[in-house]
């Protein structure tokens, strides 16, 4: 980026940091020059310069100009944020999973399982469940761990 930045301000438009450069220097009071996105260039050579454009967007609020720490951060609090919503517990059909479905319930039942905790074999199933704070679910008549919710524990987790 370095290198970008000695050369002329064409390459830096091709590569839309002269946006970036534009939006920093204009929408803060204090003075900027196109020498002082150098080090927003090293901090954020990783980033495409449109996401970084929107990044300074949803910070136009700052009092202060972002510092490239500052600016790193929010892009990576955004994508963690991202992520996040990406990585929320959904069934194959897009559904938000129920509590006893989640992963810290199904660890908790695979610990269950592995310390030797029984498995409910009643025949009939008991129609009653119980589900403890840990959202681990049993059966009532005879207290072992629910059969649907250990063929999910074992199932899911990959350990
Ligand atoms: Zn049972």
């Known amino acids: 980026m370095e290198k970008a930045l000695k050369a002329d301000y064409s390459s830096l438009k091709a590569l839309g940091w002269l946006e970036v450069f534009e939006a920093l220097k204009g929408w803060w009071p204090k003075r900027m020059n196109i020498e002082d996105l150098a080090p927003y260039l090293d901090a954020l050579y990783e980033e495409k ?31 963690a944020k991202k992520r996040q919503r990406h990585d929320a517990p959904q069934d194959q059909y897009g559904q938000r999973k129920r509590d006893d479905q989640m992963p ?56």
């Open 49 to 79: 310069a449109s996401k970084v454009m929107d990044t300074l967007r949803g910070m136009r609020g700052e009092q202060w100009r972002p510092s490239p720490s500052m600016l790193y951060r929010e892009i990576q609090g955004i994508e």
């Open 104 to 159: 810290s319930a199904l660890v908790q039942v695979r610990l269950l399982i592995d310390s030797g905790h029984h498995v409910c074999n009643c025949s009939p199933r008991s129609p009653t469940v119980i589900k403890d704070s840990l959202c681990v679910l049993r059966c009532k008549a005879c207290g072992g761990l629910e059969q649907g919710q250990v063929f999910e524990a074992e199932d899911d987790l990959d350990f």
